[in-house]
């Protein structure tokens, strides 16, 4: 693919290789916390959100640092094992963190795009995934408050990806039969390639 996004993505590819050890025992302390592939947890669908308290503000904060530890661009808390219907992401560095409780899909894109996607929960996978270019989706902030997101590109996609996370679904069940068997024996093996983005 040529378009602005693949670029991107391999720019953040880069670095991840040359981590510098602070960071890359960061990230790997927070990967601990990361469910991962075979944990029951990352195949159940998420209940919604019913009591907007300082507990579900702390565990929003703390879903925000582990993915910034982890270096990924989105969470949901059911990688967490908490089986809440939240979700956080930030593609821009500099950007305030995206929290989504109880999202719901408004509008999806007719047109689709196909890119690379890595998962925290899948170490060492990377799988084409066909998303919508832009949604819109409804939900609540931490306080309960309705808002509404408007998002295209890699932020679409990485919505997408986390609310596929509170439905139990992974990007192995959104890609091709032959990329889910190699990312099937990669798991197996536990290869450590570093896919270019990971939520
Ligand atoms: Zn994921």
């Known amino acids: 693919m040529a378009d602005e996004q693949s670029v991107q993505t391999e720019e953040q590819q880069e670095p991840r290789d040359r981590l510098d050890p602070e960071t890359r025992a960061r990230r790997d302390a927070?990967?601990?916390?990361?469910?991962?592939?075979?944990?029951?947890?990352?195949?159940s669908?998420?209940?919604?959100?019913?009591?907007?308290?300082?507990?579900?503000?702390?565990?929003?904060?703390?879903?925000?640092r582990l993915m910034d530890?982890?270096?990924?661009?989105?969470?949901?808390a059911t990688q967490l094992g908490v089986m809440h219907r939240v979700l956080?992401?930030?593609v821009d560095t500099d950007a305030p963190l995206g929290v989504l409780i109880n999202p719901e899909f408004e509008h999806k894109s007719d047109e689709l795009e196909t890119m690379e996607e890595g998962c925290l929960?899948?170490?060492g996978v990377g799988v084409e995934v066909e998303r919508a270019t832009e949604v819109r989706v409804r939900a609540v902030d931490a306080a309960g408050a309705p808002i509404t997101v408007e998002a295209s590109g890699l932020e679409a996609r990485v919505i997408q990806h986390e609310i596929d996370h509170l439905d139990g679904v992974l990007i192995l069940d959104r890609t091709t039969r032959e990329?889910?068997?190699?990312?099937?024996?990669?798991l197996r093996e536990g290869q450590t390639a570093s896919p270019a983005v990971e939520a």
């Open 30 to 43: 927070a990967l601990r916390h990361v469910r991962k592939y075979g944990d029951p947890a990352l195949r």
């Open 45 to 64: 669908r998420a209940r919604p959100v019913e009591v907007f308290d300082d507990a579900l503000a702390d565990e929003v904060q703390r879903m925000g």
């Open 69 to 76: 530890d982890a270096l990924g661009i989105g969470l949901a």
């Open 88 to 90: 956080v992401y930030r």
């Open 121 to 123: 929960s899948l170490p």
């Open 179 to 186: 990329q889910r068997k190699q990312a099937m024996r990669a």
